[in-house]
């Protein structure tokens, strides 16, 4: 990956420092058929007090402030937003779009992609980490992937940002109409969350996160299931993604219920975007919430919904 490091961001339109690199957000410049270099250039000369980490174009990327520095990008709201609040300019990297006719052009993407798959392993930051800059302040930005059928857009964006590569091949449908495929493209997205949700609470034998169900992804599940019941319950559990009479045994008559706090939340949270349903986030420990209620139509989940959904997923049990 080329970077031009040639004009860097005039300093009085950013401030030195940051507050943690937890975020990648997504912009466009808002100033069609301009390019990368016109763009950084300006925020290089001008006084503006607005500002990015990069600018991309279908040449080059242009880093602009420095990555330890905070870019002024995300401040304002718009309306609201889920994002705002936790997403801020001091612990966000801003990466800005050139359009042309309008649209993000192919190779702008290609070199979006691959910018955020960079700054997603150097940061430890997860795909559901990395937002438009729509999400945090309700700005209609980046234009071209927001709203309507445009939201596909974004989501294939993080498809592709994801990458699709590991076990098994896709299974693609035979001539999908526009909706069927929409269906499809935003279930593999939830599995691949799901995926890389898995590794991030199991911590170990990571699996690829590529949207797609195969023997690692079952076992991981049976893994998650595990590392839940250890943390609930001090189980002792070897998390070995096969789940025997010990992990038989932990389960127990344990369940979870609406409005109850535990890791065998996150666990049904985990299961839930595996199966391409969306829980309303994962969180270490998860709460049951109305998300969670939705996406498996019932508050409560006792032994046998816990083996139920392994099962759902292919998994022995
Ligand atoms: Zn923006």
Known sequence: MNIDY??????????????????IVIHYTGNDNSTAWQNAHYFATSKVEASAHYFIDNDSIYASVPEDDTAWAVGVKYGNAPYWGSCKNSNSISIELCTFGGEIQGPTI?????????LMSKYGIPIDHVVRHYDVCAKCCPAPWVGGARED???????????????GAPTPIVNPTPAAQAIQVVANFAIACG???ANQFVGHDFIAADGIIGPATRRMAIRVLQHA??????AGL???GICGTK??????????RRGERQYMVTFVEILALLHGKDPHGVEYPGTY???????YNTDYIDRNGFLFVLGLLGCEV
């Open 6 to 23: 040639s004009l860097p961001c005039r300093s009085s339109n950013y401030r030195a420092g940051n507050n943690g690199r937890d975020f």
């Open 110 to 118: 290609d070199k979006a992609a691959e910018l955020v798959r960079h």
């Open 153 to 167: 857009l974004w989501t294939l964006f993080k498809l592709y940002v994801l990458g699709v590569s590991g076990e």
């Open 195 to 197: 995926q890389q949700c």
């Open 229 to 234: 019941l250890n943390l609930d319950y001090n």
């Open 238 to 240: 070897v998390e070995d």
């Open 247 to 256: 992990t038989k045994a932990a389960i127990g008559q344990h369940y979870v």
């Open 289 to 295: 919430g109305s998300g969670l209620a939705s996406a």
